[in-house]
Each structure stands twice: as structure tokens, then as C-alpha cells.
């Protein structure tokens, strides 16, 4: 996350992209390098390779990818400008070859050698996985074996691996211990893509960047904290996929930690990566071990989300008709730091909710009522903070206001900032200033190996919990509802309870 306010053009490098043919290549990755082209952000000399294993031409990929970007920017009404597309696609080269053949590695140093020579690219080299996570080892370690990625290189090779980070603590552990055979910690960028969205990286400039928040950022003012992700989207075609994962795996130990992160963090030195992810990693150290109490879990049943009659979770395509994976997943962290002991963090994600909707919202103290005993006043409304994540993407202060008359009365009102009012925003995709960053080797915004374990230990417990004890009452909330109601009670618990999942285009 650059903080200069003139960035400049990364270096000359090549992209080698594992998985050339996936999704995410052609929805987010090609999208995301035609947005940075068009400011001005590419590297002059560029470089794309795709590694795949079905036969095509460097120049049949390179159609395919530009029809695929044609429909996204359709969605826009935009039309692809060929002076742009020129620029990601002048040096496009497709490469055949199985992930587990050493022999494809062989021919991709070649490949990059040649490249390198004709283009003068520095040795710079961005591996990018964007392949399904069993891969991700073997990748690495073939990597490692054909000399690619030694750190000693001329320029610098750098490797992107996108979620999931492992299923469980062991397994991220393993994946660590493979990859750091063969890299240095800093050749290594772990993606989590809530951290590519503008909202998130806000928080940091909302926190450290005014002199008012931060000195009332801390247990004197904040009551608690709640922070949701609401999807309206069931599992789609993920059925098998979510099947072994579940939502606690999927949303909790990386988007959802990381946004209490953002939130909770102390402020760093500097915004050096290193600074940064120093206080990340020691806010997760703090973090009580999570009970089975204070985690709920749900599933949706059959329902009706924005007027359209959807199927249970457990009639989705790739889904057990008997499963007992959770859709939804509610729980209650305990920070035990100076700053934050004695607030908890409630946290929610879940699938087929009413709708989609992220946000983090700051509950502040009650005021003393005593002022307002001998008034028509009832009860005082608590003040809110609400960082908008998505869609609505803004700030909102909650306070109270007198009502004019003479009478006195209390009305809870809010000052809005729309994100949209403001900027103009850019088209993007999400991963413009990820994949910007690692072309730059700014590891601010990426995970380091022992947040990493950190968040999946912390959810350990309740995994191995879980698989001991079989959910009662699945499924256990309606599609289109706002989630099970053992949620409220989690809250109810404390006395609190949650904000209602809407958007918040109104009051
Ligand atoms: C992904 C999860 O990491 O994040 C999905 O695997 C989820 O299940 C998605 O839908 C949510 O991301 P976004 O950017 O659409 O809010």
C-alpha cells in the first residue's frame, strides 16, 4: 500500500501465472492489469506467462482472455481500448505443461532466460498461483528444485499464493515449512483479498490519520465492536468446495481477523510493512482462546432472498443431503490488552442472508442519563462508529440530537460520508493495488507466515470441537433471514445486541 502520493511505474518484470486458464485469471488478474494500464501502472517492460496444462497458443490464450475482459467491462458499459489491452498483451506467451512435471519448470527457465534477455526484465520475476490450493507445495517446491526462485537471483522473485492459506493450523504450518524451504519470508505474499478493498485500508487512515479517533479508541469509550459480513449469495457452484471448508474456514481466520486487525491494532511507527504487521501479529497474540460458547453456528434452510425463492443449503448442487457444514458463523473474541480487556468483538459471516453487507461498527459508551431524568427522554440512544465496508462504502458517526420544539426530546441522527460523494472511484477490481504492490515488493497489505498460524490456532479449537459434536437444529435459519437466532442470544448473553443487517442508503 504505497504511500506516496505519485506512484510510479513498478519495474520491468515478467508474470508467470499457474493456472492461466482458471477463474481467477480471467475474472480478476487480466482485469486487474488492463486497470492498472490505464493508470499508468503497469511495468514499462511486462512480461505474461501462463502456465497450464491444455494445449493452446500463446495467441489463443491471449484472445480468450481479451473476450472474457471484454464481458467484464461490458458490465460497465465500457468497451476494451485496445491501446490499453495493448499494453497488458504485447509480450503474452502461454506455456503447456503439467504443475507436477519438472520438466515444465525446465522449460519455463528457458522461457524466462529468453524473455529476459529480449526485454531486458532484470531478472524480475512475479510467480503468481492462482490454482486450486493442493497445488501450492508442489508448485513452490518445483519452483525451489529448478532454481527459480533462489533469492540470491539477479532481481528479485517474488511468489504469490491466494487463499486458502491451509485448512487447519497443521496444515498451514506444513504449507509454511514448504514454502520457507525454498523462500526467503519476504519473497512471499500471502493474499487475503479483503485487504485489497479501499474500505479496508481506509481504517488505518481513519485511525492514524486523524488526531480524533485514535484517543477514543480504547476501552475508556468503546463498549464493544461488531463486525459482519453478510453475503446474500448461497454457495453457488462451490458446493463441493465448501462442502471441506465450511464458514468459519473460508471467512473467519483470514477476511474476518483481518479486519479486526485493521481495527484493533496498535498504531505502528511507520507504515513499513514490517512495522505494520509487527502490531498485527502481536493484537492476535492477545486474542483469548476461543470456547465453544462463544461460537454459533448455522446453516440456511430453503427461504426467499430479495424476492427470490432459494433452496437450502443442504439441496445445493455438490452438498450432502444430510451435511452438517456450517453457512454461518457467529462469535465473540476477547482482546486481552490496555487497550481493549473488557470490550469484546462480536463477529458474523454468513451465506443467504437478507443481503450483502459488511461493516464494522464502533459502539461507544452510554452517556450518564441522570442529566436527562426530569425530561420526556426514556432512554438515551449509545452513539455509533460505522465503517461501511461494502456496498455503501462510507463512514457513519450515529449521535443524538435534540429534536426542535420545546419540548426536550432525543433523536438519534447521523453525518454520512459517501465514499462515492468524494473520490472518483476508479474502475477496479479489487486486486489492482495487491498485484501493484508485489510488483513494488510492498508487503504491507499481505500476511505474514505467523499471523497466519496465529489466526488458524486461534480457531483450532473450534474446529476440533465441531467435529466432535454434531450441530443440533440444522438447518437453523431461513434464507433471507438475518441468521440463526442463537446469534442474538450469544449477545443477549452481555446484555447487547447485534445492529440490524441493512443498507444503510437511508437515516
Ligand atoms: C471468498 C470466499 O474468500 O470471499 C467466498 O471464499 C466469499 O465464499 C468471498 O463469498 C467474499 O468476498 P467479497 O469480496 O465478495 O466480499
Redesign the pocket.
Known sequence: MSMLSHKSPPPPCAIVIFGANGDLTKRLIIPALYNLARTQLLPVSLSLIGVDHNKKTSEEWAAQLKDFLAQVLAKNNEEIDETLWRQVARCMTFLSGDFEKPDTYQRLKDLLAELDEKQSLGGNVLFYMAVADRFFATIAGKLGEAGLVDASAKGFRRLIVE??FGHDLASAKALNACLLKWLKEDQIYRID??LG?ETVQNIMALRFGNGLFEPIWNRDRIDHVQIT?A?S?G?ET?GK??EA?GALR??VP??LFQLVAMTAMEPPVSFDAEDIRAKKAEMFRAIQPLGLTDVVRGQYDAGTVQDEQVAAYRREPNVAPDSNIETYVAMRLKIDNWRWAGVPFYLRTG?RLNI?S?EIAIRFKQAPYALFRDTPVEELDADWLILRI?PDEGIRLRFNAKRPGPVMTLESVSMRFNYKDYFHQAPAV?YETLIYDCLIGDATLFQRADQVEAAWGLVEPVLEGWQSTKPRHFPNYAAGSEGPSAANDLLAKDGRSWRAIRILGGK
Do not use: A, C, L, W
Open positions: 487463499k486458502p483479498h479483503f478493498k459480513v453475503e449469495i454457495v462451490r468446495f465448501y471448508t473460508d471467512m483470514n477476511h451465506k450483502r459488511s461494502q479489487g
